[in-house]
Nanobody, 120 residues
Framework: QVQLVESGGGSVPAGGSLRLSCRASGNIYSIAAMGWDRQAPGGLRESVAS???????QYLDAVKGRFIVSRGVRENAVYLQMNDLKPEDTGVYYCRAEGVELTLRTSDFWGQGTQVTVSA
């Protein structure tokens, strides 16, 4: 089992920036990829960004060029620098981690989420 705790959410005007942080812990062999999902009110949960242990990243098209995901492998942390925020970025952001068991079976885990609100 992996436990994830997010921080850094808040309210900002359009064009502002926020930096989200997440740290993972738990009884698991290792953590592979980490990243961030988000869910707007009444919307579907979507993957915003992910990053492998080697640093390869991928992004939702809507946030490319504005968001940067980074990884602290030793401390089992993942970060999301969000720049030029837009009202449509508003939602609950969830940290995600791919936990790898000793048997090499993998499972995804999510934190409780942190609210990001961008005003016009």
């Amino acid at each position: 089992q992996v436990q994830l705790v997010e921080s850094g959410g808040g309210s900002v005007p359009a064009g502002g920036s926020l930096r989200l942080s997440c740290r993972a812990s738990g009884n698991i062999y290792s953590i592979a990829a980490m990243g961030w999902d988000r869910q707007a009110p009444g919307g579907l949960r979507e993957s915003v960004a992910s990053i492998t242990r080697d640093g390869a990243s991928q992004y939702l098209d809507a946030v490319k060029g504005r968001f940067i995901v980074s990884r602290g492998v030793r401390e089992n942390a993942v970060y999301l620098q969000m720049n030029d925020l837009k009202p449509e970025d508003t939602g609950v952001y969830y940290c995600r981690a791919e936990g790898v068991e000793l048997t090499l079976r993998t499972s995804d885990f999510w934190g409780q989420g942190t609210q990001v609100t961008v005003s016009a």
